[in-house]
Each structure stands twice: as structure tokens, then as C-alpha cells.
DNA sequence: GCGACAG
DNA sequence: ATCTTGTCGC
């Protein structure tokens, strides 16, 4: 299947309009984590819900994944999986596996998925993808813009991008995620990611 | 034209 | 993301 780039931005520069930086709940009484794993064209993704740090629910679904891999335009391979699981399970607000707003026109799969689905969102990104590294009230951020865009949090050697999705703020984001980064990746990605690795290995068609 | 480029 | 064995370190 062909990719169409240009009526591709031009959603994601209506759907930016919707994003909201703001925090939308009072409690994350549930946080879930997103991410998806690949082979041979078909894509398994999984929604693992963690309570009190510990999961006690895991979605997944399974299917073809005919859109290829273009920078800036990760959503539009992703977020088909994503809505399903969304729809059947909502936490308080969901961890994403890549950016949120830290994107060339401000939605990164994070908020894509958080403005489509009202859901709030927090893009986890383990690589930068715009902006420019600087200080700021969290250490390291990335700017664009002169504004902040991203917060980097460090740990040893590994780092993290942490970005508003969709009804959120970055510094509630970023209180969220170092709550529950204990390893690779904050827990409920590194759940998510692991698992959907495992079932996309054993289908054997 | 050259380099950068989430997963 | 995925393709892939051994290997260094706690």
C-alpha cells in the first residue's frame, strides 16, 4: 500500500490543534503502557494496565500491518492497533512507546493515539527525534522553538525522552514515569514490550 | 547535495 | 522495529 505523506501531515497538524497539555484526571489510580512488536508484516501490540505498580491486566491484538516505517509518521502504523485495546480497556492515563508532542508538527504517536481516543497519554521515546538538547527545571530537556518540548531523564548511561501525549503536563508526566522506571524501561512499556515480543514470535503463520 | 531520522 | 552468538559483568 501506497503511503500518502501529504494528507498525512495535514492530519497531524488538525489533530495537533486538539492536543491538550494540561492535566485532564486527578488520580492515576491505573497507568497503562503501550508498544508494539513486528514480524514479517504483522504487528502485535500490547496494553498492559498496572495498579499500585503492580499489572493486573494485559490486551493485545494481532494483525496485519500494511503502512512501512517512516520517520514523523509512526502513528499511522501504530495507532491502528492501538484504538482496539483503548476502546475495551481505558487507564488513567497510558505510557507510549515513542513521542509525544517532542514531534516536526507536534504529534508524535503518544498524542496521535491520546487525541483520537480521548485517553490521556505520555510519550516514552528512547531516542530523540527533534529539538535541541538544553538545561532546564529537570535537568535536561529538548527545546524547539525555544520551548520545552521534552524532559530527558538519565539513569547511568541509559536516557529517556518524556513528552506531554494528550491531557496531561510534562511535569505531571515526568512524575508518573519516574515513579515507575525501575529498569530497560519504565514498567509498564518494558511489560508491554516484552510480552507482545513473545506472542509475535510463537504465530507461526 | 548532505546529514538527520521515534519504532 | 528486526536480523542474530557469544560474551562481559553483577
Known sequence: MLFRARRARALQEELAKKVVAEDCFEEAETVGGLDVSYKKGIGCAVL????????????????KVPIPYVPGFLAFREVPLYIPLLKEEKPS?????????????????????GVVTGV??????????????????YGKCLFKDGKVIAAILERGKRRIYVSVGHCVSLRTAVEIVKTLWKSRLPEPIRLSDSLSRRLIRQWSP
Open 120 to 137: 490521556p497519554t505520555i510519550g516514552v521515546a528512547k531516542k530523540r527525534l527533534v529539538g535541541e538538547e538544553g538545561s532546564c527545571e
Open 48 to 63: 498492559s494496565v498496572l495498579k499500585d505498580g503492580e499489572p493486573v491486566k494485559f490486551l493485545y491484538t494481532i494483525s
Open 93 to 113: 492515563v497510558v505510557l507510549v512507546d515513542g513521542h509525544g508532542i517532542a514531534h516536526p508538527r507536534g504529534l508524535g504517536v503518544a498524542s496521535h493515539v
